[in-house]
Every structure is written in structure tokens, then in C-alpha cells.
């Protein structure tokens, strides 16, 4: 029997992280039997390379998100695929509306990975302000809505007065099958080849809203009771201004800016600790990551993924956000008294690419038995 058709619509493949975990699942929807394509706006990004060679690209050749709504319309006739998996908001808009003009008898699922809400106010775009009111009328046409948390299905059920019971929550795939070899490559760093002291890690996009200015107050803190080194994987537009802050507290001999790391795996695998320090999020997938290395972590008890991560608590201490002293104290706990790298692991196994992607798989399958 022939396999099933499932498109997997995406802007482009850009490095973030829904693109990454869109191509984690590739393979695993594949085996489950649903041959996957992707559909870009545009073919560009620095994902391109990753994708494996055997998977189509489908490119619509739209500069615009509005001017893929034909050109997705008439795919969907021509090639009537089984399931169209959308991701991100407004391409999420797309998918429903293309589906409509269509008529084709293919099932939308939108997946949402980001805090519709905070999203809204904290983006300066007019189309990220308008996105929840646009959702309210196009949402309502998916045939299955899922969303990366519990906190994020509750803010989308709220903004966009939904009932609650039809968005499936179902985690990121964080850990690959290759997961285990990318955090063992060999790391170049003296910091952590010398391990004379610990080495507090924090990963991200130098953005307003992971609030790595928190993180660095807490470690100028925390190195006046015992010494240690902070480094930052990511870069951004905050660099500068995080950079300054480093030097005002005369911490920025101990604070390394390693920039973007294509494979920041082995920087987490061989941190002491690794430091979460967000005004929001959508699920965390760093938190995910560094406990699949077994290594410790703290996160503040942001809106709305790292409270499920770590099980409210349990597997690493959530602080206040923007809370420095909390911070600093909850590092140094961590530090003294670390969790067993095998607990880590137990509960990061959630989220391993073959489990997420059966869930999805599930879905696809009642959906169409729904249809026949």
C-alpha cells in the first residue's frame, strides 16, 4: 500500500527552532508511513544543507506570506496530500485559507510554538499585533490544532476563545537519534578543556526576551561567594548592550560570548550548569536539551513551557523572572547539590524525536479515519 502524503508548510528554513524540530520528524514520519515534503514560502536558509537529500522541497516561490495563498491553493488541488501540517502563526493563516479557496479534501493541523499573547505585545510588527484576532476567525477552520505545551494551549484557548479540549498538546522532539554523538564532539574551549572551575552555560538569542541581563546580575552575584565562569552561546542584537553590562560589573574577564554555535550540544553537555533566564517562552527546547545531557539546570518560572519541563520544580528550581538574587542563590544550590545525570535523562526522554512523533502520527491517523 501506498504511503500517505503529509506536507510540512513552513516560511522558509531559517535556523529557528521550529524549522529544526520540523526536519527532526522527517524521518520518523517516513517510517510511520507518511511520506513528508516540505513546502516553503521561498526556498532559502541556513537549514537547506540538513535536509536529507531524499526529502522533496516544494517551493512557492512567494515573497509575501499573502502572495502563497494562490499558489498553496492550487498545490493542494494539483497533488490533494493527505495531511498539511502547518507551523508558525501566520502561515498557519495561509494553510487554512488556501485549504479553503481549495476545497481539497486534504486535513490542516497548525501547530503553534510560540505565546500567541505575549507575542502579540511584545512584537513590534503590526502583523504580530493583529495576529490573535486574525487566528480567531481562521483557527476555526483547522481540522487539528496542536500547541508545543500545556501553557501555550491554554493562552491560545483563552486569546482566541477556544474550547480547550481541541488543542493537543504535544512536545518538541528535541532528542534525535543522533542526539547522543552531537553532544560528544569534541568542544575547543579552554575553559571547559581546563575544568578548574565550573562553567555556568546560557544558550540563546541575545534578545530582550531571554533576559540574559538577569542571568549576567545573577552570576556577578553568585562569583562573590565561589569562583566560576560564565559563557554565552548565541548572538543578537543585545550583544552590545549585555557586553557593556559585563564590563560595568567588572565580570567581563569570567563572561565568554562565543556567538552562534551550529552544535551548542557539547558546550551543554560539558557545563556544570545551564541557566535559562526568559521572560516567556513557548516550550524551552534548551532546558530539553541539557537535561537529555544529563546536565543540571534552573530556568525562570516563565509563561509558559519550562514549569512542564521540569516538572514544576522537581528536576531543576524555577526562580521568579527578572529576579537576580533568587537566581544566584537557586545557581549556587544547583552547583553544591546537582541532580543525578540518569534523573535528568528519565524525565527528558518525553522528548525524544520517535515519541513525538507518534503522537503527531496518531493525530494524522484519526483525522483521516475521520474522513473515510
Known amino acids: 500500500m501506498s504511503q500517505r502524503q503529509v506536507f510540512i508548510y513552513l516560511p522558509n528554513l531559517a535556523g529557528g527552532g521550529a524549522e529544526r524540530l520540523t526536519l527532526n520528524l522527517l524521518p520518523r514520519f517516513r517510517e510511520a508511513g507518511y511520506e513528508p515534503s516540505l513546502v516553503l514560502n521561498t526556498r532559502s536558509g541556513a537549514l537547506l544543507p540538513y535536509v536529507p537529500e531524499d526529502i522533496r522541497i516544494i517551493s512557492l516561490n512567494a515573497s509575501r506570506s499573502l502572495k502563497a495563498i494562490g499558489k498553496l491553493s ?20 495561509i494553510a487554512l485559507w488556501s485549504r479553503a479557496l481549495s476545497r481539497a479534501s486534504t486535513k490542516v493541523v497548525v501547530c503553534q510554538h510560540s505565546v500567541l499573547s505575549q507575542e502579540s505585545l511584545h512584537d513590534g510588527n ?5 495576529l490573535p484576532a486574525v487566528s480567531t476567525i481562521f483557527l476555526r477552520l483547522a481540522d487539528g490544532i496542536v500547541a508545543v505545551s500545556r501553557g501555550v494551549a491554554d493562552d491560545m484557548a483563552r486569546i482566541l476563545r477556544l474550547r480547550r479540549s481541541a488543542i493537543s498538546v504535544i512536545y518538541n522532539p528535541v532528542l534525535t537519534r543522533d542526539f547522543d554523538a552531537r553532544a560528544s564532539a569534541s568542544l575547543n574551549h579552554a575553559w571547559f578543556a581546563e575544568r578548574a572551575m565550573p562553567v555556568v552555560l546560557g544558550v540563546g538569542r541575545l534578545v530582550p526576551e531571554k533576559d540574559f541581563g538577569t542571568l549576567i546580575k545573577a552570576f556577578s552575584l553568585l562569583r562573590r561567594s565561589m569562583p566560576c565562569k560564565l559563557v554565552l552561546v548565541g548572538d543578537g542584537p543585545a550583544r552590545a548592550g549585555l557586553t557593556k553590562l559585563c564590563q560595568d560589573l567588572s565580570i567581563a574577564a569570567d563572561v ?9 550540544l557539547p558546550f551543554i553537555q560539558q557545563a556544570a550548569l545551564l541557566v535559562m533566564s526568559s521572560t516567556y517562552e513557548g516550550f524551552g527546547n534548551v532546558l530539553a536539551e541539557a537535561m537529555g545531557c544529563g546536565t543540571p539546570v534552573i530556568s525562570t518560572d516563565c509563561p509558559y513551557g519550562p514549569a512542564e519541563i521540569l516538572g514544576g520544580g522537581r528536576f531543576g528550581a524555577l526562580v521568579p523572572v527578572g529576579d537576580a538574587e533568587r537566581m544566584a ?29 507518534s503522537e503527531y502520527v496518531a493525530l494524522f491517523d484519526r483525522l483521516l479515519q475521520q474522513r473515510s
Open 74 to 93: 492550487r498545490l493542494l488541488i494539483r497533488e490533494q496530500p493527505d495531511i498539511l501540517l502547518s507551523n508558525l502563526g501566520h502561515n498557519n493563516i
Open 126 to 130: 503590526w502583523q504580530h499585533r493583529i
Open 256 to 264: 565568554d560570548f562565543v556567538g552562534f554555535q551550529e552544535n551548542p
Open 329 to 357: 542563590q537557586a545557581m549556587q544550590d544547583a552547583l553544591a547539590n546537582p541532580l543525578p545525570a540518569d534523573i535528568l535523562k528519565n524525565q527528558a526522554a518525553q522528548f525524544r524525536d520517535d515519541r513525538v512523533s
